[in-house]
């Protein structure tokens, strides 16, 4: 039996605790600051059985396999990344015999919500393939990094191909324009929007992961509102009416659009003010921008070189979307 206690400095008195509570045991320990020789010594003690209880570090996440270990305790499992969890699970019923696996936490609500994710995930996660889908859950709590390379070295495998494609796209494109382009400036990640609205596909609506991932990542790649459309029709035509969260996220991506061609960067708002953030290639004329903040000085300001603040009463999701199309719409004349 393994139990996992990864704190080196008090892993002798877990050690020791578990002696006291069962003397039959024949406990040892290993962990990544014991000498070479010595730890080979253990992990060969509890190899031959001379040992049946190894209290230890995840330095046996990659150690060798014990066909006769059945059992593993992981203390404070909240403290582990869920590909980490299901790689020390793994670490038992490696044979014939059945395995057991207990991962202990404090109580429920003690924990953070992206523990309680990773666990709700590696329980619900035993069968054969497991390992695809709890990376589709990490991928899902975590956030998709965008370095997709094999490798990870050289030119394309340095970067990953989508952000390679990305950076040639936007050369090109610059390049059509007539313009030189900038190899010194970040890569235009286009616009963020932020209403903070419910803007999500529900997994009540969309349970499967891999799923959901990739309508999100359709709706992020639509190009124009003929794409959404299509997506939304298609939506419904696969999964049923839309809920109020995904109409919401839909409509979001048809301003982020609007907002795009014009050259803005960011939009954000709330229920009483927000901030609109300019581009260095914005296509908004600036007398248009200095009408708005001279006619409507109470509710307009500049801030900054390349910001508008603005304070409306947008309380109802409806209001809060009209004047921020609204307001994209008159900054577009």
């Known amino acids: ?28 320990v290993a962990h990544g600051q014991m000498r070479e020789r010595q730890l080979e010594q253990v992990m060969g003690d509890f190899y031959h059985k001379r040992s049946n209880v190894l209290v230890c570090s ?6 060798i396999d014990i066909p006769t270990a059945n059992t593993i305790i992981i203390e404070r499992a909240d403290k582990f990344g869920l590909a980490q969890l299901h790689q020390l699970r793994g670490r038992v019923g490696r044979s014939h015999h059945q395995a057991y696996a207990y991962l202990m936490t404090p109580h429920p609500k003690l924990l953070s919500k992206d523990a ?25 709590i975590r956030g998709a990094g965008e370095l997709l390379g094999e490798e990870q070295s050289g030119q394309m495998q340095g970067i990953g191909f989508s952000l390679y494609m990305d950076m ?24 963020e929007v932020n209403l903070h609205l419910p803007a999500l596909i529900p997994d009540t609506y969309l349970p499967d992961v891999h799923n959901r991932l990739v309508m999100y990542q359709r709706i992020a790649n639509a190009e124009h509102n003929a794409a959404l459309k299509e997506l939304q029709v298609e939506m419904i035509d696969r999964f049923g009416l839309l809920p109020e969260q995904i109409k919401n ?38 007398m248009t921008l200095v009408k708005l903040v001279q006619t409507q000085p109470k509710h307009f300001r500049f801030e900054g070189g390349s910001s508008l603040r603005f304070s409306l009463a947008m309380e109802k999701t409806e209001t809060r979307f009209q004047r921020m199309e609204d307001l994209i719409k008159q900054l577009s004349k």
């Open 1 to 28: 039996m393994y139990f996992l206690h990864n704190e080196v400095k008090t892993i002798e008195n877990s050690a020791n605790k578990l002696r006291e509570l069962v003397p039959e045991a024949r406990v040892s």
């Open 116 to 140: 309680n994710k990773r666990l709700e995930a590696i329980e619900a996660t035993a069968d054969l393939g497991a390992g695809f889908t709890l990376a589709s859950h990490d991928l899902e």
């Open 249 to 286: 996220l839909f409509r979001q991506n048809r301003l982020k659009l609007r907002a795009q061609a014009i050259g803005v960067t960011r939009i954000e708002a709330s229920a009483g003010s927000g901030r609109i953030e300019f581009g260095s290639n914005t296509q908004v004329d600036t």
């Open 168 to 191: 040639l796209n936007e050369t090109v494109e610059a390049m059509k324009r007539g313009e030189t382009p900038n190899l010194d400036q970040p890569l235009s990640r286009g616009t």
């Open 58 to 63: 995840t330095i046996i996440e990659t150690g």
